[in-house]
């Protein structure tokens, strides 16, 4: 299937930035949407971004003017700029992506998640 890499997460100050990367691959792939989430200890995982591939985002309410979600369809790669971080954003952020892959003599869907990467963000 598809294969997805995150990048970026780390130990920042409030008011700090952090650049969140995801680098997909696999055999043939098509990518139709693609987004970050996020999970913080004893709580359900949360929308933090997602984009088509014709461009269109949606961001969740408490990350909205902050973060900025992009990809990168050549690269098969998802950015997440964070400006302005807050302690609360602190949290494992995931990629995922939906579209479909090519095994042997048809198109499957796929949804993958890659493992997170770990965003602590201190007061």
């Known amino acids: 299937q598809v294969q997805l890499v995150e990048s970026g997460g780390g130990l920042v100050q409030a008011g700090e930035s952090l650049r969140l990367s995801c680098a997909a691959s696999?055999?043939?792939?098509?990518?139709?949407?693609i987004g970050w989430y996020r999970q913080c200890p004893g709580k359900q995982r949360e929308l933090v971004a997602t984009i088509t591939d014709g461009g269109s985002t949606d961001y969740g309410d408490s990350v909205k003017g902050r973060f900025t979600i992009s990809r990168d369809n050549f690269k098969n790669a998802l950015y997440l700029q964070m400006n302005s971080l807050k302690p609360e954003d602190t949290a494992v952020y995931y990629c995922?992506?939906?579209?479909?892959?090519?095994?042997?003599?048809?198109?499957?869907?796929?949804?993958?998640w890659g493992q997170g990467t770990q965003v602590t963000v201190s007061s």
């Open positions: 696999g055999r043939l792939f098509s990518i139709n949407a």
């Open positions: 995922n992506a939906k579209g479909r892959y090519f095994s042997d003599v048809y198109w499957s869907p796929f949804d993958s």
